[in-house]
């Protein structure tokens, strides 16, 4: 039997992203976000939600324009820093040691040493309550060549990307290989 856990914004996994923005005197910021994803498949579009009172909502909401950037496994302890730290009062990719890239084709920056960063003009900005959701179209993709598999695209076992469980505030990496999406299901399938 279920049990009612009431109204809550829950959902499990979330993705672990970057969202790379400048502010208003064109500095390099980051923060991670845990709402967001995929939102639109033609145009390609990424949305993310932000509380209204960081630094970086208010950046992107200026610029028009934001990354997503994916860290690996290796990069939690960067990722969860900059999630708990204000880039109104540092400079995040200083203290950790990151290098922003000036992305070509939105006004934003991206993360070197992550292995694939979206970049996103604004298409989009729907104020929630407490947050906004920034809709952007995805203008660019760029990965490493390292993680990318034989047709070109990122390959998840090389990227090495992982979660975060919002009902106990945990990270965890991705687990095994299950069966081909849009096969598995099929009356047919075998695998």
Known sequence: MKKSLGPRALIQPNPVLIVGSYDQNERPNIMTVAWGGICCGKPPCAAVSLRQATYTCGSIQF????????????????????????????????????????????????????????ECAVLKVVELGLHTQFIGEIKDIKADEQILDQNGLPDIAKLQPFIYNSANRDYYALGDWLGKAYKIGRKDSTA
């Open 63 to 118: 610029n028009k324009a934001f990354t997503i950037n994916i860290p690996s496994t290796s990069f939690v302890k960067e990722a969860d820093y900059v999630g708990i730290y204000s880039g109104k009062n540092e400079d995040k990719f200083d203290v950790l040691g990151l290098t922003p890239i000036k992305s070509e084709v939105v006004n934003a920056p991206y993360i070197k040493e992550f292995p694939v960063a979206l």
